[in-house]
């Protein structure tokens, strides 16, 4: 018995060393990865989502191999990659979960909605070398050692995200030899990168894309070091400076984006040694000068070439084309280019787009430029200097989808080969000196949209062969010298949604067929010969079907008539690529004076609403009575019927039209009282009754009473503010001795019509280009009756929003960068562009 404890204590040793050998084995058998501790790591991460909508997670289960699960993929019994891209996932994660994964390769979790602080990216396995997370709600300051703790790291793409902060300047300096892609595109990212330190440290980097942030200072000078770059990006930011000659040295350079920034300086002519390689250069909306370098003819596998929106003058080097085979799309627009038409665009055989808009090109359009550019699809030289006739020859490129020649001085007649044009959608030719009849041939064109030849010479009747074109959108053919009737054939038109043909002779009567139109909301019928009586339907009608993508692609201004020179309110114009400043420039456009121009997203959109939304019939011989009908078009916002023969009484169902804006029909025959329904037309800013047989008061509640007197002059039976009150309740005209009274009583309703504009701005974004354009115009006849000499201030009922106005001259006068800027406040984005021109 007493030796048994000497023979424990002898085996003791080999005891402990057993126990120890044993734990330690079973502490590394836990932690030793394998594909169940991936499992492990997956299932943690997937508890972290909080919504799977389409299940994709829903076979994550243990009982499963992780290999098997949807967007895992594994290799050697481990997961390598993870692919949940565009799954709709919602959630806030980390990925603490996935440190784990030491063999994990390739992470994709794009295209989700995820919260995700980008301190955690930090935590991502050591080994990764693909990371993709673009748009998945990543936010906070840009990781500078990112690269540091993940140093495998070859494709990053963090693009559509919320990082800001800025970038350290030793940025590519811990992997130089592996990164290929960095796309920190479309953040907030601030600060300059001017200082980047790239001597030896991008030799891999092959794609950088820093796009769409908020990057200052100068491009760094240095990124020519990046030897193999093929895809280099830094447009939507604020760079200022050169262009740096060095990125000529780029010699695998595919595609340099620098648009969109405030770039000044010529045009590096060092680029050109950059052109064995290059397919797109895009240097648009910059403040580049000087003239296009031409040794960018060297550079034959050019594709895009994009100079347009800069300060770039001539003359144009015509052999620059020459070479440029591979050349789809020449974009020059909005610049200062003083050259010939460039006849070598016959040398580019698969140039598909020509844009060469706002410049001064001059001389001819050359006749071989079809079918040598045989694969055109879009012509464009708007606002420019281009005379001539249009070549038949044109109709030798059977792709032409867009032939834009507004504004130049083309003359002779349209040709009738265009008619040949099967894929033409587009004809716009406004503002020139056309003349002769519209080819009946352009209704083989089965897929023309637009068309557009306002203000030219063309006369003849409207050709009936052009209703088999069913896709018409938009036609106006103001200001010509049309003649004959209307043909009932409009009817045909279902997405005919603008109808111009003011400014002609056309004669007989409103064909009752446009009320077939069922997309039409803009008639304008101003300044002919009509005759007959208003048809009861006209244009769009409640309940019609609305139909999708009507003027989707067009860019709308609305041009104001200013002064006697024109009758009517004015009209629309396609002004793609034609800056503002250039119209106004014009100081007589044919019989017109337009001087003054309305756009923005408000006109773009118009198409949305239920019924007919323009009417104007003015300055014709219409008789009979106004419809009770049009009391139901319950977007309308102007209605012009003034200068006809019109009678009867004005119907009360006019007070139903809630987005009334402009309502004239002066210088008729119109009888009986103004209904007391018109009190309920809170946006009424114009109403011009005078010049017909008017009697009885007029309706001091709503807008009426606010309104000059000019505005119901010339009815001997109208009485009550602004006109003399009436008198012992018979509603007979006041004496003159009661006038003066009635001027004090119209000042503080005047402030009240002022409140109403500024109320009718904030709350009817459909309303807002009529509003503006008809408070401009009562601003011009208040002072011409010298009714109002000043207004105090005006208040809208938004709390944050102040406008204050100027006790001068002109009764109105509002600041549109202050406008612009309450707008803004209030989140009113589209409403900015629409104030464009207000002054």
Known sequence: ??????????????????????????????????????????????????????????????????????????????????????????????????????????????????????????????????????????????????????????????????????????????NPDKLQVLDLSANNITGSISGLKLENSCNSLLVLDL???????????????????????????????????????????????????????WIPSELGKACDSLLALRLSFNNFSGPVPSSLSSCSYLQLLDLSNNNITGPFPDSILENLGALEALLLSNNIIFAPFPSSISYCKSLRIVDLSSNKFFGTIPPDICPGAAALEELKIPDNLVAGQIPPQLSQCPQLRTVDFSLNYLNGSIPTELGALANLEQLIAWFNDLEGQIPKELGKCSKLKDLILNNN????????????????????????????????????????????????????????E??????????????????????????????????????????????????????????????????????????????????????GAVLSLFTQYQTLEYLDLSYNQLRGKIPDEIGEMVALQVLELAHNQLSGEIPSSLGQLRNLGVFDASHNRLQGQIPESFSNLSFLVQIDLSYNELTGPIPQRGQLSTLPATQYANNPGLCGVPLPECRNGNNQAATSSDLDGGKRRRKPAAVSWANSIVLGILISIASICILIVWAIAMRARRREAEEVKMLNRLQAVHAATTWKIEKEKEPLSINVATFQRQLRKLKFSTLIEATNGFS
């Open 211 to 265: 796009s769409s942030n908020r990057f200052v200072d100068s491009i760094p000078v240095y990124l020519s070091n990046c030897t193999k770059l093929t895809a280099l990006n830094l447009s939507l930011n604020s760079l200022t400076g050169e262009i740096p000659s060095s990125l000529g040295e780029l010699k695998s350079l595919q595609r340099l984006d620098l648009s969109f920034n405030h770039l000044t300086g």
């Open 457 to 512: 010479r063309l006369s003849g009747e409207i050709p009936v062969e052009l209703f088999n074109c069913s896709n018409l959108e938009w036609i106006s053919l103001t200001s010509n010298e049309l003649t004959g009737s209307i043909p009932r054939e409009f009817g045909l038109l279902s997405r005919l949604a603008v109808l111009q043909l003011a400014n002609n002779s056309l004669s007989g009567e409103i064909p009752g």
């Open 514 to 599: 446009l009320g077939n139109c069922t997309s039409l909301v803009w008639l304008d019928l101003n300044s002919n010969k009509l005759t007959g009586e208003i048809p009861p339907r006209l244009g769009r009608q409640l309940g019609a079907k609305s139909l999708s993508g009507i003027l989707s692609g067009n860019t709308l201004v609305f041009v104001r008539n200013v002064g006697n020179s024109c009758k009517g309110v004015g009209g629309l114009l396609e002004f793609a690529g034609i800056r503002p400043e250039r119209l106004l420039q014009i100081s007589n456009l044919k019989s017109c004076d337009f001087t003054r121009m309305y756009s």
């Open 1 to 174: 018995m007493e030796g048994k404890p000497v023979q424990l204590s002898y085996h003791l040793p080999l005891i402990l060393i057993f126990t120890v050998y044993i734990s330690v084995s079973a502490a590394e058998q836990t932690v030793v990865p394998s594909i169940k501790t991936d499992a492990v790591a997956l299932l943690g991460f997937k508890k972290m989502i909080d919504n799977d909508p389409t299940g994709v997670l829903s076979g994550w289960k243990l009982e499963t191999s992780p290999c098997l699960w949807y967007g895992v993929k594994c290799s050697s019994g481990r997961v390598v990659q993870l692919d949940l891209n565009q799954c709709s996932l919602y959630g806030t994660i980390f990925f603490n979960p996935l440190a784990s994964l030491d063999m994990l390769s390739s992470l994709d979790l794009s295209g989700n909605m995820f919260t995700v602080n980008s301190t955690t990216l930090l935590l991502l396995p050591y080994g990764l070398k693909r990371l993709q997370l673009s748009d998945t709600g990543l936010f906070g300051l840009f990781p500078d050692t990112i690269f540091s703790k993940l140093p495998n790291l070859e494709y990053v793409n963090l693009s559509h995200n919320n990082l800001t902060g800025t970038l350290p300047d030793n940025l590519f300096s811990s």
